[in-house]
């Protein structure tokens, strides 16, 4: 199997506040994971390629002082939302690709759904 | 920026029908991979397609690397109400950072009963 865990599924927090999510491959070790953003009723945008030992991979438009992400083990991934505001309200999704090879497909956890007040 | 083409964005099928979606892309993938999504859910990998004509079954599903590796397609035959959710290709380009996805934009399913 290949199963990817993702904590919180959801958090309601007030203007301000840092949010931290977890990325957890449970049954497989991976050298990448990625994390998406997807707004509703749209595909997933990809925010950054988070790879283990170094530091991530953040595509154009995406602030990296902003979403702070972190791969310290071949298991775990976190992004940390930092001052987070209304405006980064949105559903939150990692993945993680099995083998080290670029052509693996990527397996998604379940989402983390956002919201700032 | 690079783009799939997924089509249809919606539809509305009775159950019992097969439906057939498709993406195009203007460059050459390497990889073709197919996602169902919930919704409040992240989307779960249906089938993985790695070489060009490469045609894949999983249970009712059916999906094909296309010939110019720039297409793909997705097959779903006798549909049943559990297949509602939305359907996503992603491909993988010759050369493409980190082997980074690109997704469509997703084809939403609706089956009657």
């Known amino acids: 199997g290949a199963v990817v865990s993702q904590h919180p599924s959801w958090v309601i927090c007030k203007s301000g506040t840092s949010v931290k999510i977890e990325c957890r491959s449970l049954?497989?070790?991976?050298?990448?994971m990625f994390w998406y953003r997807q707004f509703p009723k749209q595909s997933l945008m990809l925010m950054a390629t988070?790879?283990?030992?170094?530091?991530?991979?953040?595509e154009q438009g995406v602030e990296k002082d902003k979403f702070l992400i972190n791969h310290a083990s071949l298991t775990l991934s976190t992004l940390t939302v930092t001052s987070a505001h209304p405006e980064d309200s949105s559903f939150y999704i990692c993945?993680?690709?099995?083998?080290?090879?670029?052509?693996?497909?990527?397996?998604f956890g379940d989402g983390t759904r956002l919201s700032i007040l | 920026g690079q783009q799939l083409n997924q089509s249809p964005q919606s539809m509305f099928i009775q159950e019992g029908e097969d439906v057939s979606m498709n993406c195009t892309s203007s460059?050459?993938?390497?990889?073709w991979l197919w996602y169902k999504q919930d919704p409040g859910e992240g989307p779960v990998l249906l089938i993985a397609l790695y070489k060009a004509g490469e045609l894949t079954s999983n249970g009712r599903l059916t999906a094909q690397f296309g010939i110019t590796r720039k297409d793909s397609f997705l097959n779903i035959s006798a549909s049943i109400p559990s297949d509602v959710g939305i359907y996503f290709c992603?491909?993988?380009?010759?050369?493409?950072?980190?082997?980074?996805?690109?997704f469509g934009k997703g084809t939403k399913l609706s089956v009657k009963p």
């Open positions: 992603a491909g993988r380009r010759y050369g493409g950072s980190q082997g980074n996805l690109i």
């Open positions: 460059s050459i993938f390497n990889t």
């Open positions: 049954d497989f070790q991976a050298t990448t």
């Open positions: 993945s993680a690709r099995k083998g080290s090879y670029s052509n693996q497909p990527q397996h």
């Open positions: 988070s790879n283990e030992g170094s530091k991530a991979t953040y």
